[in-house]
């Protein structure tokens, strides 16, 4: 017995050892990790779904053909020629999300933003938070947003806490969208951003967390939101949302994903200031 598999463990090898192309394998490295980052792409949104129904096609024209049904195989077969285009209508979205992914690992120099920038969106976000108003600014990175602006109003003003705070109150007619901050400067307000559609999101989450998750889903910008129900401020950077975050946490995590950074020093001022801010009462 022993000798049997001896022979055909060494047969198998001076096969394996006379085709054996390094093209071929680099071949099946490059299918297999594209295939795992499609996957990995998909899971947990309707294209998942989509790609199982169109699986599901697949099989049934399969079966059609091997079983000689002729009425399907007849539908089938003249529902393969308009696939592709149904494909690039049906997951557009993903595409386009997966194109930037390949394109943002490619050039990484996403464009430094000014500290000071930061700091006025940790400010107006505390005092967003202390009188439960609602909010969502997002910061714009390598990956432009001009598709969002157009739905929104051009402001492009210099950015500052007492701006941003009166473009959130109420009674603005801009609070409802979004604000993107570009170059360290309010671009414009009041845009309309794509809504998260992952069917594993918490139901806690509002249209504003779900809007700063479908932004930074598709683009690598940063959103910053404050929830009108329970004061929190949360901080989204791709598929990742930090919620809970106070002023010293927001400052530290908004200035590693920008390209900044504060000495100890400095940090220990800020601190010392925002202690000073929040123990005199805020006005309404």
Do not use: K
């Amino acid at each position: 017995m022993v000798p049997v598999i001896y022979e055909w463990v060494l047969e198998l090898w001076s096969t394996l050892a006379a085709n054996f192309h390094w093209n071929d394998l680099v071949d099946i490295l490059l299918m297999a990790f594209a295939v795992y980052w499609l996957l990995l792409l998909i899971r947990g949104t309707r294209a998942a779904q989509m790609v199982l129904g169109l699986l599901i096609l697949v099989l049934v024209w399969l079966l059609s053909r091997q079983l000689d049904l002729r009425v399907t195989g007849f539908i089938l077969d003249g529902f393969a020629p308009v696939l592709a285009l149904i494909l690039v209508v049906i997951f557009q979205a993903d595409i386009r999300r997966a194109l930037t992914r390949v394109g943002r690992g490619l050039f990484t120099g996403a464009p430094r933003q000014e500290a000071q920038a930061v700091e006025e969106v940790v400010r107006a976000s505390q005092s967003l938070a202390q009188r439960r108003v609602g909010a969502l600014m997002v910061i714009e990175r390598e990956v432009g947003l001009d598709e969002y602006l157009e739905l929104g109003t051009r402001i492009d003003s210099e950015l500052s806490r007492e701006l941003l705070v009166a473009l959130f109150l109420p009674y603005s007619p801009l609070h409802d969208g979004a604000v993107v901050v570009r170059e360290g400067r309010i671009a414009a307000a009041g845009c309309i951003l794509p809504l998260a559609l992952q069917s594993n999101l918490p139901s806690t989450l509002g249209t504003r967390h779900r809007a700063a998750l479908g932004i930074t889903d598709e683009t690598d910008s940063i959103a910053v939101a404050v929830s009108e129900e329970t004061g929190r401020i949360s901080l989204v950077c791709g598929d990742e949302l930090r919620d809970d975050l106070d002023g010293p946490r927001l400052r530290q995590e908004l200035l590693a994903l920008t390209g900044n950074v504060r000495s100890q020093d400095e940090e220990s001022q800020e601190d010392a200031r925002e202690l000073e801010v929040a123990a005199q009462p805020e006005s309404r």
